[in-house]
T-cell receptor, first 114, second 116 residues
Framework: KQEVTQIPAALSVPEGENLVLNCSFTDSAIYNLQWFRQDPGKGLTSLLLIQSSQREQTSGRLNASLDKSSGRSTLYIAASQPGDSATYLCAVGYSGAGSYQLTFGKGTKLSVIP | DTEVTQTPKHLVMGMTNKKSLKCEQHMGHRAMYWYKQKAKKPPELMFVYSYEKLSINESVPSRFSPECPNSSLLNLHLHALQPEDSALYLC???????????????FGPGTRLTVL
């Protein structure tokens, strides 16, 4: 059974700092990995998607890397802003019971202090 | 259009009520999903529909009844719910088929359900 772990569970940083969120997974037989952002009481916003054949993806101040063989991904946020405060979820896409599924980590709650 | 819509945004119901949640997408996706998310927890998969057929039911109680009337719509019928069923219910969609290597799930904003 695929298990996804995110470290740290919570992170508080001053505005302008660069930061790294970590995600690890137990089964390397994955299709892809998605990073999501979730604001309190809201739905999930997809930030980056990395296919299993890729090493990294970039979008603006965000950069996500994937090392499938070691079962790890990182989300790098440059020059953090208060608006980045949210919970960041890592989800691994894989084949389960004949369908494409996601398994989520428990998330990292990020607070960026002005 | 990369949007998944869900209605209603908020729902309050009693334990004897019958209500339905609705989800719609127009991206041509043939896989649709229901998730349940409790506060401070990650989303938990409930059901998966692939080509309008139920392919995964994660041992969800029968008081939750999914329906996929066509390729764009997904419903979740609710009956005789318990207070512990109060949660955010999220709908998602993606291209179906394991042969589709470039897949991605798109999520709706969710329905906040409160059971009294």
């Amino acid at each position: 059974k695929q298990e996804v772990t995110q470290i740290p569970a919570a992170l508080s940083v001053p505005e302008g700092e660069n930061l790294v969120l970590n995600c690890s997974f137990t089964d390397s037989a994955i299709y892809n990995l998605q990073w999501f952002r979730q604001d309190p009481g809201k739905g999930l916003t997809s930030l980056l998607l990395i296919q299993s054949s890729q090493r990294e993806q970039t979008s603006g101040r965000l950069n996500a890397s994937l090392d499938k063989s070691s079962g790890r991904s990182t989300l790098y946020i440059a020059a953090s802003q208060p608006g980045d405060s949210a919970t960041y979820l890592c989800a691994v896409g894989y084949s389960g019971a004949g369908s494409y599924q996601l398994t989520f980590g428990k998330g990292t709650k990020l607070s960026v202090i002005p | 259009d990369t949007e998944v819509t869900q209605t209603p945004k908020h729902l309050v119901m009693g334990m004897t009520n019958k209500k339905s949640l609705k989800c719609e997408q127009h991206m041509g996706h043939r896989a649709m999903y229901w998730y349940k998310q409790k506060a401070k927890k990650p989303p938990e998969l409930m059901f998966v529909y692939s080509y309008e057929k139920l392919s995964i039911n994660e041992s969800v109680p029968s008081r939750f009844s999914p329906e996929c009337p066509n390729s764009s719509l997904l419903n979740l019928h609710l009956h005789a719910l318990q207070p512990e069923d109060s949660a955010l219910y999220l709908c998602a969609s993606s291209r179906a088929g394991l042969a589709v290597t470039y897949n991605e799930q798109f999520f709706g904003p969710g329905t906040r359900l409160t059971v009294l």
